[in-house]
């Protein structure tokens, strides 16, 4: 059976401390790592897929790492705005398995 | 584009009772899902659909029932609702992966459905 596990579940910063968020995964056949974020009442929004071990990739303060095992979202120099919860899943064939998200929080 | 629109937005329902959830893409997506989240349990796959006419079960089928006879619509059946299935509802959709790899899933904006 596919496992996502997030790490931390919570994380509190203070705006312009950066810090990684991970994510590790067993899954036979891995078709993806997919990035989500989420805020309060609404969808997961995508933010970015990965399929290669080294494969790394980047939006405004965020970048995304892969490993064998795990992924990393970094957010670099975070601003409130970048309070949210990421999510993390993968997929295998053409479902997707979520992990629990891990909420972040910046302080101004 | 509107997106993935799914309606109601919310939704009370009495044990026993069915309803039909609705989802609607105008992206001409030919993937798309039906998850539920639930508090510290990540969003778990219901059913999907790859086209037109194809549906599968995901992690969590029993309870629901799905079709899929146009491209834009899958709606999500509730057959006798049951309090456990008291959660937020999302709707996603996808392009073909092959073709366009590099793009997730869009998701709707959800349906909050209590079970009295």
């Known amino acids: 059976e596919d496992q996502v596990t997030q790490s931390p579940e919570a994380l509190r910063l203070q705006e312009g401390e950066s810090s990684s968020l991970n994510c590790s995964y067993t899954?036979?056949?891995?078709?993806?790592l997919f990035w989500y974020r989420q805020d309060p009442g609404k969808g997961p929004e995508f933010l970015f897929t990965?399929?290669?071990a080294g494969e790394e990739k980047e939006k405004e303060r965020l970048k995304a790492t892969l490993t064998k095992k795990e992924s990393f979202l970094h957010i670099t120099a975070p601003k409130p705005e970048d309070s949210a919860t990421y999510l993390c899943?993968?997929?295998?064939?053409?479902?997707?398995?979520f992990g629990a998200g891990t909420t972040v929080t910046v302080r101004a | 584009n509107a997106g993935v629109t799914q309606t109601p937005k919310f939704q009370v329902l009495k044990t026993g009772q069915s309803m039909t959830l609705q989802c609607a893409q105008d992206?001409?997506?030919?993937?798309m899902s039906w998850y539920r989240q639930d508090p510290g349990m990540g969003l778990r796959l219901i059913h999907y659909?790859?086209?037109?006419?194809?549906?599968d079960q995901g992690e969590v089928p029993n309870g629901y029932n799905v079709s899929r006879s146009t491209t834009e619509d899958f709606p999500l059946r509730l057959l006798s609702a049951a309090p456990s299935q008291t959660s937020v509802y999302f709707c996603?959709?996808?392009?073909?992966?092959?073709?366009?790899?590099?793009?997730?899933?869009?998701f709707g904006s959800g349906t909050r459905l209590t079970v009295v």
């Open positions: 996603a959709s996808k392009m073909n992966r092959v073709l366009y790899p590099n793009y997730g899933y869009t």
């Open positions: 899954v036979s056949g891995l078709r993806g």
């Open positions: 659909s790859v086209g037109a006419g194809i549906t």
């Open positions: 899943a993968v997929r295998r064939d053409y479902k997707l398995s």
């Open positions: 990965l399929y290669s």
């Open positions: 992206m001409n997506h030919e993937y």
